[in-house]
């Protein structure tokens, strides 16, 4: 923390023109660090960046690391949206996952940040889990629906199985099952209809609100607005050049603002890319408009051909924004469900 603070601290002086709108403490579990580090570290970021008025202010919490004592002292010290990672409200489901808490712990989680005022509360669950039938999933998000109040904002994950890691190990190995493909597209798409019923418009491929409760720090990625990344491993965008800390605990602890890897300043066609496939991750889409503000040439020579072939298969559609009447092409249902093979067709 000594040295996260000391990175926060010599890293302003480049971030003078920036306006902070938001701040997010997340990767890992920043619950378990003492609140009074928290009030610390977000004194500093107060002292030394210009900080929106309104900004949101996101910590991740997992249940069984917090108590009502310490929500109250995240709340006193500013932060104004909590990110709680439940994933499933089955205990034996949380165990598979090596997850160190209960339901019951949840809700008392859950229940003591409504109590020490926060008004702006987002949920992580997870389908596709080894041993997760439909009806277990749909258990679990009635259980987050019928919460008093119900969260502001969900983000509902299905489980990738990742090289290099243990489930993946198991699974290679015949010793964990996932739920099959189509069980896996069922919770998908019964995911997106009980959300829909209950009032959460889905603005992202895998995130869900209440009007006026999107994320704003993670549509600021999508949107490819700059963001410091600080803390060990954490990425940055600037200038659009992309950088990241080390990994190393030892070499962060040794030298936490010099410590910067993988710096990759992107071409023009890289920003294309990524303007494109994380703009199209939002159900909003992207702006033809903002695209040639930002490249100096209209979208159709660049993607023309790639766009009308996805429109012809009913992957894209090209619609008019009700608020200010502008232009937009996003993915329709059926791009959304294949966003991935919809996606690298942008890749130049």
């Given at each position: 923390m000594e040295a996260l603070i000391l990175e926060t601290k010599e890293r302003a002086e480049a971030c003078r023109e920036y306006l902070v709108t938001s701040v997010f403490l997340g990767g890992g579990t920043p619950s378990v660090v003492e609140s009074v580090q928290i009030e610390e570290l977000l004194g500093v970021v107060k002292e030394y960046y210009r900080l929106a008025p309104d900004a949101e202010l996101t910590i991740e919490v997992n249940p069984g690391t917090v108590d009502k004592e310490k929500l109250a002292h995240f709340r006193g010290a500013g932060l104004t949206r909590l990110s709680i990672g439940l994933q499933s409200a089955n205990d034996e489901e949380l165990r598979v996952l090596g997850r160190i808490h209960t339901w019951q712990q949840f809700l008392e989680t859950y229940q003591g940040a409504r109590e020490v005022g926060f008004t702006n509360i987002n949920v992580d669950v997870m389908s596709a889990l080894p041993g997760q039938s439909l009806d277990s999933y749909l258990a679990t998000l009635k259980k987050v629906l019928s919460l008093t109040p119900p969260p502001e904002h969900i983000s509902a994950y299905s489980l990738i199985l990742e090289e290099g890691t243990p489930f993946f190990e198991m699974a290679e190995a015949g010793r964990l099952e996932p739920p099959d493909e189509d069980t896996d597209r069922a919770m998908y798409h019964e995911t997106k209809r009980l959300l829909a019923l209950a009032g959460y418009e889905r603005y992202e491929i895998s995130n869900y609100a209440k009007e006026g409760f999107a994320c704003r720090h993670n549509c600021g990625y999508w949107r490819r607005r700059d963001y410091l990344g600080m803390g060990l491993g954490a990425a940055s965008l600037?200038?659009?050049?992309?950088?990241?800390?080390?990994?190393?605990?030892?070499?962060?602890?040794?030298?936490?603002?010099?410590?910067?890897?993988?710096?990759?300043?992107?071409?023009?066609?890289?920003?294309?890319?990524?303007?494109?496939f994380l703009g199209l991750r939002l159900t909003e889409g992207v702006d033809p408009a903002e695209f040639a503000h930002c490249f100096g040439c209209r979208l159709e020579n660049i993607y023309g051909g790639v766009i009308e072939k996805n429109i012809r298969k009913g992957l894209l559609y090209r619609y008019q924004r009700k608020e200010d009447g502008g232009d937009r092409l996003a993915l329709t249902d059926l791009g959304l469900d294949v966003s991935n093979y919809v996606m690298g067709q942008f890749l130049l």
């Open positions: 600037i200038n659009n050049t992309r950088f990241k800390n080390t990994c190393n605990t030892e070499r962060y602890l040794e030298d936490p603002t010099g410590c910067r890897e993988d710096v990759e300043k992107l071409s023009r066609e890289e920003q294309m890319e990524e303007f494109m």
